[in-house]
């Protein structure tokens, strides 16, 4: 099993649209959890960490599941500058903090 | 902000040669990684270093060895190259604190011919 799993999609939505992408994660000890964007030919950037309480920014929201080891993010109102593959990424404790990404998910909003 | 600059955007490599890829990033952290992207398998983990001469390996170290000789470079030496050690290879950095995300370099993309 991967350390960490995500859908691959592609995600095909229109403008306007809401969409949800999911990651589990194997290691009950993972610390810290991340999600970021990588467009075609570019390195991922961080888009937002998650926090337990669950956190926004803008039309994105992130959500932790501890419990069920379960990571997720939800983009409101998709933009076509959506368009790009969003990694879910997991940090484990110990030195020098191991970071495992996810394969990505790829999203494509059409006008 | 935070610079990771990785020293070649392109480089071609013939199989046998030994291959240094260099990273520097300049915002005092502690923590860099090397990893590797190919397509459908994502970015996979190579090796990484929390501090100046220290280093863990990752998921796939075969064929490769690390050097953090300075704070600020972190090396990933390739010393026999294969083909199928043809891949993008991202540097990244990060603080010494858990919640702190990576910054990445843009890259270097390396051709095994």
């Known amino acids: 099993r991967k350390e960490v799993e995500q859908d691959p999609g592609p995600f095909n939505v229109p403008e306007g649209a809401t969409v949800a992408f999911n990651c589990t994660y194997s290691?009950?000890?993972?610390?810290?959890f991340f999600w970021y964007r990588q467009d075609c030919r570019k390195e991922p950037k961080l888009l937002m960490s998650?926090?337990?309480s669950g956190n926004e920014d803008g039309r994105f929201t992130a959500q932790l599941n501890r419990a069920s080891q379960y990571i997720s993010l939800l983009i409101r109102d998709s933009k076509l500058s959506d368009s790009a593959t969003y990694l879910c990424?997991?940090?484990?404790?110990?030195?020098?903090?191991?970071?495992?990404f996810g394969a990505g998910t790829r999203l494509f909003v059409k006008a | 902000d935070v610079k990771v600059t990785q020293s070649s955007r392109y480089l071609v490599k013939r199989t046998g040669e030994k291959v240094f890829l260099e990273c520097v990033q300049d915002?005092?952290?502690?923590?860099m990684f090397w990893y590797r992207q190919d397509p459908g398998l994502g970015l996979r983990l190579i090796y990484f270093?929390?501090?100046?001469?220290?280093?863990e390996k990752g998921d796939i170290p075969e064929g490769y060895s690390v050097s953090r000789e300075k704070k600020e470079r972190f090396s990933l030496i390739l010393e026999s190259a294969s083909t199928n050690q043809t891949s993008m290879y991202l540097c990244?950095?990060?603080?010494?604190?858990?919640?702190?995300?990576?910054?990445f370099g843009n890259g270097t993309r390396l051709t095994v011919t």
């Open positions: 990244a950095s990060s603080t010494g604190v858990m919640n702190s995300p990576l910054h």
């Open positions: 290691n009950s000890a993972s610390q810290s």
């Open positions: 998650v926090y337990s």
């Open positions: 990424v997991v940090r484990g404790s110990g030195g020098g903090f191991k970071t495992i």
């Open positions: 915002m005092d952290h502690e923590n």
């Open positions: 270093s929390y501090d100046v001469k220290m280093k």
